[in-house]
Structures are given as C-alpha cells and as structure tokens.
T-cell receptor, first 115, second 114 residues
Framework: GENVEQHPSTLSVQEGDSAVIKCTYS??????FPWYKQELGKRPQLIID?????GEKKDQRIAVTLNKTAKHFSLHITETQPEDSAVYFC??????????????FGKGTLLTVNP | SAVISQKPSRDICQRGTSLTIQCQVD?????MFWYRQQPGQSLTLIAT?????????ESGFVIDKFPISRPNLTFSTLTVSNMSPEDSSIYLC???????????FGNGTRLTVT
C-alpha cells in the first residue's frame, strides 16, 4: 500500500520567516495530495490540496508544490504568524474520484512560530 | 462543506466494556470513514463505512473489535468493543461530499479506557 514520509517532525521558526515541510510518497498511482492543519485539541482541517495534473498551487501565504517524477510534494508557508503554530499533516491518495478512495497520512510536523 | 456532528465528544470507559460513537452529517455524502489518532500520532484509517453493507476494514482492524454501521447516506456508527487501555485514542469520523471533493473530519471522540 501507499507509504507517506514527512519531514521534519518538528520545525521552529521566527515570526515572519518561511516554513517548508516536505513529504514523499511511494505509490506512483497516487494523484491527490492534501495538507491538513490540526491545532491542539481540534480536528484536522484542510488548508490546501493539489492534484497530479498541477505542479504548484498557491492560496495567499500557503503554497504546495508537487514533483511527480521524484514522488515528493512540499508545503510552503510564507510570512509565518503565531497562529500558524499547529501540527501539519500531508496525505496522499489515488482514485480521488473513484469509489475505492483511501487517504494515507504522513506522521505530522509540529510547527512552532515564535513571536 | 458538510457539517459533521460526532458524539460523544469524550468518554472514560472501563476495561472490557464497549462504546458506540455516532457520526451524523447534515447532507448526503458519498463516502464515510473512521480514523484513529493515538496520542501525539498521525491518523490511521480503520475502515470505510459502506451504506447498507459491511464496512471495508484496513489491515490490523477487524469487524469483531470495531463493528461499523452505515444505514443511510448521512449516518454511521463505530463501536469499540471489549476495550483495553490500548484503545485509548481519538476516533474521528470523516466524509467525502462528492467523489473528488476533499475529505472533512468531525470533531472526534476522545476515548480513555481505564
């Protein structure tokens, strides 16, 4: 089955700096890559996603890049703010439009933004 | 996106008992899933809840331990049976509104087994 590796496990940055979290996946058939943010004691919430027919997607301070050949994708957060502090999970799936959809998660990155 | 109501939000249970967790969605959804998140860990898929038929379980999870029902397109239950302290986790319901749409999570059930 799919295996998703995520690095780093913890990341500490100063407010205003950029943060980058990287993930690799094993199944070349995977075609959908979402990122979730989970604040302490809360549910995971989707912040951005990308499909395999796109190399990059941006939403304000957040961007995701995908390299299908290398089977890796990254989350980029610019101008970080203390409220960006949370655990971030990457995930991968195939058949994003099919009935046997299954999302496999990375182990998570604890991001701390220091004021 | 769909509003997902999960209950109970938390419970403390004794070893050997069972707990049923309910997940109610405010609109019909294509797919419903149950995930487990052990303390400080990632999310692990337990099973896909299939409407009107037996759930599809992932490796390491069995129906006798985690029976699941999904009687219609808006409701599902997960039972954690014969609990042990190792079952202490957060259990999360998640849904796909339409095929190809993002996966959304309920607020989770924080289970502690003593």
């Amino acid at each position: 089955g799919e295996n998703v590796e995520q690095h780093p496990s913890t990341l500490s940055v100063q407010e205003g700096d950029s943060a980058v979290i990287k993930c690799t996946y094993s199944d070349s058939a995977s075609n959908y890559f979402p990122w979730y943010k989970q604040e302490l004691g809360k549910r995971p919430q989707l912040i951005i996603d990308i499909r395999s027919n796109v190399g990059e997607k941006k939403d304000q301070r957040i961007a995701v890049t995908l390299n299908k050949t290398a089977k890796h994708f990254s989350l980029h957060i610019t101008e970080t703010q203390p409220e960006d502090s949370a655990v971030y999970f990457c995930a991968a799936s195939k058949n994003s439009g099919g009935s046997n959809y299954k999302l496999t998660f990375g182990k998570g990155t604890l991001l701390t933004v220091n004021p | 996106s769909a509003v997902i109501s999960q209950k109970p939000s938390r419970d403390i249970c004794q070893r050997g008992t069972s707990l049923t967790i309910q997940c109610q969605v405010d609109s019909q959804v294509t797919m419903m899933f149950w995930y487990r998140q052990q303390p400080g860990q990632s999310l692990t898929l337990i099973a896909t809840a299939n409407q009107g038929s037996e759930a599809t379980y992932e490796s390491g999870f069995v129906i006798d331990k985690f029976p699941i029902s999904r009687p219609n397109l808006t409701f599902s239950t997960l039972t954690v049976s014969n609990m042990s302290p190792e079952d202490s986790s957060i259990y999360l319901c998640s849904v796909l509104g339409d095929l190809g749409s993002p996966l959304h999570f309920g607020n989770g059930t924080r289970l502690t087994v003593t």
